[in-house]
């Protein structure tokens, strides 16, 4: 069953505005990570956040995790033409499996 | 781009045809896997090589044969594949715990006709 689930689907937004992408998942995990993905390339990771983390930033990326409400965010700030991309966030569930989401695709018009 | 390649990069094989999909990773990573994906379905999980030990077969068709020759090379063997098949196969290799960060190749588009 799909345990990471990404929110909204698609995102289209203005270069200079920020983009959020949401991610809800079901049990209980050990980290949390997202990834970025080009049309048709692979998979480029950005970060990871362990379950006792709530924050963590990376360059203009600002990632949160709430594991009472098992969901996690990913913010870009100031977004750039060359942020369009697939996002997508996978989980561990405390398994030594990484599970992903269908993924968030983000449109950044110049 | 992140140390894994991929060969062939496109694939166009009809369903009598065997054909075998190539990846090499340079980082030194101990964990080598395939992914599935397809249009608007979640990564797919299919193999997983650990040390070179297969250790996990996602109740994947016989149709695909993984091969783990050494810890840097990974095949995906295909044989009579079904249209379905049709998807990017995605190769990715990690240090540590099977679920600590992946570097993922730029994947094989497949076409099955």
């Known amino acids: 069953s799909q345990q990471g689930e990404e929110d909204p689907q698609a995102l289209s937004i203005q270069e200079g505005e920020n983009a959020t992408m949401n991610c809800s998942y079901k049990t209980s995990i050990n980290n949390l990570q997202w990834y970025r993905q080009n049309s048709g390339r692979g998979l480029v990771h950005l970060i990871l956040?362990?379950?006792?983390?709530r924050e963590k930033h990376s360059g203009r990326l600002r990632v949160t995790l709430d594991t009472s409400k098992k969901s996690s965010s990913l913010l870009i700030t100031a977004s750039r033409a060359a942020d369009t991309a697939s996002y997508f966030c996978?989980?561990?569930?405390?398994?030594?499996?990484?599970?992903f989401g269908t993924g968030t695709r983000l449109q950044v018009f110049p | 781009e992140t140390g894994v390649t991929q060969t062939p990069r496109h694939l166009v094989m009809g369903m009598t045809n065997k054909k075998s999909l190539k990846c090499e990773q340079h980082l030194g990573h101990n964990a080598m896997y395939w992914y599935k994906q397809s249009a608007k379905k979640p990564l797919e999980l299919m193999f997983v090589?650990?040390?070179?030990?297969?250790?996990e077969n996602n109740s994947v068709p016989s149709r695909f044969s993984p091969e783990c020759p050494n810890s840097s090379h990974l095949f995906l063997h295909l044989h009579t594949l079904q249209p379905e098949d049709s998807a990017l196969y995605l190769c990715?290799?990690?240090?540590?715990?099977?679920?600590?960060?992946?570097?993922f190749g730029p994947g094989t588009r497949l076409t099955v006709t």
């Open positions: 090589y650990n040390f070179k030990e297969q250790t």
């Open positions: 990715a290799s990690s240090q540590e715990s099977l679920a600590s960060e992946q570097y």
């Open positions: 956040i362990r379950s006792n983390e």
């Open positions: 996978a989980t561990d569930q405390r398994t030594d499996k990484l599970i």
